[in-house]
């Protein structure tokens, strides 16, 4: 148990719609951040947040964007889906701060994108 | 940028068989380590991670890994596997450059223990 919760768990979406995921982060953890896991893959970094601002993104397109809001919780929006983007969206979250750092992260949202 | 190799993508072994899972990573700074675990239908767990201090770590299950800087690798063994550890494995290092915790992970070792 990490106690990061994501939801919802599972969700079918059509080609061209858009989607919200979220998350709650662990209890006292201020960094969040979102990894796209496709089939048979490791996961691969979309972005993180650090006091709810944008702090590091990786190789995805600006139609993935997030939130996070004061109580750490965050949101992970995708518009205009494509059926590449069905995969296992996971939420991560740690403590930033000096030297090393664990990360804790949820069980996903499955997302398939028809 | 960093990444991670990992060479071995199916693994199988007996029960009772030695286990040790290769992870190489590139980055020619501070990093810290980490294995984690993937069991089928579950979410990833954390095995064990390396931030400082004795190369060696021990994790949960029996299982341990050993970080050599002048390698510039992390493999993870197991004296000995048990069916239950039939899952898949993934290597993550994450770069200390500046506070973020970014995690690059490798395409992850998918192990299966035969009775």
């Known amino acids: 148990e990490t106690g990061v919760t994501q939801s919802p768990t599972h969700l079918i979406k059509t080609r061209g719609q858009q989607v919200t995921l979220r998350c709650s982060s662990q209890s006292g953890h201020n960094t969040v951040s979102w990894y796209q896991q496709a089939l048979g893959q490791g996961p691969q970094f979309i972005f993180q947040?650090?006091?709810?601002?944008?702090?590091g993104r990786g190789n995805f397109p600006p139609r993935f964007s997030g939130l996070q809001f004061p109580n750490y919780s965050s949101e992970l929006n995708v518009n205009a889906l494509e059926l590449d983007d069905s995969a296992l969206y996971l939420c991560?979250?740690?403590?930033?701060?000096?030297?090393?750092?664990?990360?804790?992260f949820g069980e996903g949202s499955w997302l398939t994108v028809v | 940028a960093q990444s991670v190799s990992q060479h071995n993508h199916h693994v199988i072994l007996s029960e009772a068989a030695s286990l040790e899972l290769g992870c190489n990573y590139s980055y020619g700074g501070t990093v810290n380590l980490f294995w984690y675990v993937q069991y089928p239908g579950q979410h990833l767990q954390l095995l064990l991670k390396y931030f400082s201090g004795d190369p060696l770590v021990k994790g949960i299950k029996g299982f341990e890994a050993e970080f050599i800087k002048s390698k510039f690798s992390f493999n993870l063994r197991k004296p000995s596997v048990q069916w239950s550890d039939t899952a898949e494995y993934f290597c993550a290092v994450n770069a200390i450059t500046g506070g973020g915790n970014k995690l690059t992970f490798g395409t992850g070792t998918q192990l299966k223990v035969e009775l």
């Open positions: 991560a979250s740690s403590l930033r701060g000096a030297g090393g750092n664990t990360i804790y």
């Open positions: 947040y650090y006091r709810e601002e944008e702090n």
